[in-house]
Nanobody, 114 residues
């Protein structure tokens, strides 16, 4: 069972930056890793993902502002968020997936407000 622990959330002003980290309890080498977010009264949505080959995917709403990266040696995935907007406010969740196996972190709150 893989355990995921997110960190790095917080309160930031519009235009600011944050870097989220997701530390896994085991190897993520073969896993697809993703960051999702869920705003109040909204469905959880995929923000960014990286495959085991290093391929990446971004939602249109964050393209050019967010960057996902992975360090397999540290079993950690990062989400660099720049030019943050109030609409980026949400709880951000880390996800790992391989075949039918899927795991979620507990989430970290990101609030963008002046």
């Amino acid at each position: 069972q893989v355990q995921l622990v997110e960190s790095g959330g917080g309160l930031v002003q519009p235009g600011g930056s944050l870097r989220l980290s997701c530390a896994a309890s085991g190897s993520i080498f073969s896993f697809a890793m993703g960051w999702y977010r869920q705003a109040p009264e909204s469905q959880r949505e995929l923000v960014a993902a990286t495959g085991s080959s290093g391929s990446t995917y971004y939602a249109d709403s964050v393209k050019g502002r967010f960057t996902i990266s992975r360090d397999n040696a540290k079993s950690t995935v990062y989400l660099q968020m720049n030019s943050l907007k109030p609409e980026d406010t949400a709880v951000y969740y880390c996800n790992s997936r391989i075949g039918p196996q899927e795991h979620w972190g507990q989430g970290t709150q990101v609030t963008v407000s002046s």
